[in-house]
């Protein structure tokens, strides 16, 4: 939905008339898209396909034709809400959840953060579980919860995974994860898609997702395998994000992902990809 998007299909336009100068005979590239939290597939379809200039009328454009298999089946999931509050601590408030990302046991003992009631509980399911991702949705909180459930845990159980760790140090933590030899991973959304994490047992969501495809996507690291269900736990924040966790939740087991629409005229790509043509070439 944004316009790294445009960016890809327009250069993918670029390689297909490339390649009908240099071998018109040969048949058009193939496009194979795969997605799983993808709707409506009729947007996504016409994105990925492309159009073709009318042959009659140059200036219409024609959509390619593009096959819809639309052939997996909803995941099994097996998603639950935690809020481990004591009762005294039951008016922790959004600002007072924020403050506790950046304080520590001071606050905590006077009943100032919601911390310290969850990062006992997170050390327990990390134990009780072979592989465990923890996903957050930022990079500070990434590796302040690594740090407190380690020093709680009096060993090194979990490490962060975040974008600005330098790509070797990721692969490493990945392996260890794989191997056994690390129980725990706290994760952004460098985790969601695209890497091999092998047999995670658990997900834990911390706060809302950013979206219900993004939530999918997180929950589904856990029994990636064939016919298994994903297991995930959701910690809401504070007592205001409870909502959100819920419905987010409810989504996430109807697969109600949201829509994907992609932008309309971008001028500002075309631009700069017209820009990027004629700097190697004449066009006309």
Avoid at 93 to 102: G, P
Avoid at 184 to 207: F, P
């Amino acid at each position: 939905a944004n316009k790294r998007g445009v960016h890809l299909f327009l250069s993918l336009e670029r390689l297909e008339s490339l390649r009908r100068k240099q071998n018109p005979a040969a048949s058009p590239l193939q496009r194979i898209g795969l997605s799983a939290t993808q709707r409506p597939l009729d947007e996504v379809a016409t994105l990925l396909g492309g159009a073709e200039s009318d042959p009659k009328r140059p200036e219409v454009l024609v959509p390619r034709p593009v096959t819809i298999v639309a052939a997996g089946r909803r995941k099994e999931l097996e998603i639950s809400i935690e809020m481990p509050l004591a009762p005294a601590r039951d008016s922790v408030t959004e600002e007072s959840s924020r403050t506790a990302e950046v304080v520590t046991r001071e606050d905590a003992t006077q009943g100032k953060s919601i911390w310290p009631a969850i990062h006992p509980r997170l050390v327990e399911l990390i134990r009780s579980h072979r592989s465990t991702m923890l996903f957050v949705n930022n990079r500070r909180l990434a590796e302040r919860l690594a740090a407190a459930i380690n020093e709680l845990a009096g060993e090194e159980i979990a490490l962060a995974h975040h974008g600005s760790i330098a790509k070797e140090t990721r692969r490493a933590i990945e392996e260890r994860l794989k191997e056994g030899t690390l129980p725990a991973i706290v994760a952004t959304s460098s985790l969601e898609l695209g890497i091999d994490m092998g047999a995670v047992e658990l997900v834990i969501q911390i706060e809302s997702p950013p979206s219900i495809a993004a939530g999918l996507q997180r929950i589904g690291r856990a029994g990636h395998q064939v016919g298994a269900a994903s297991k995930g736990i959701v910690f809401p924040k504070f007592r205001g994000d409870l909502l959100a966790c819920a419905a987010a939740s409810a989504r996430m087991m109807a697969g109600e992902v949201e829509e994907t629409r992609f932008p309309r005229n971008p001028l500002d790509v075309l631009a700069q990809q017209v820009v990027a043509m004629v700097a190697t070439s004449p066009m006309t």
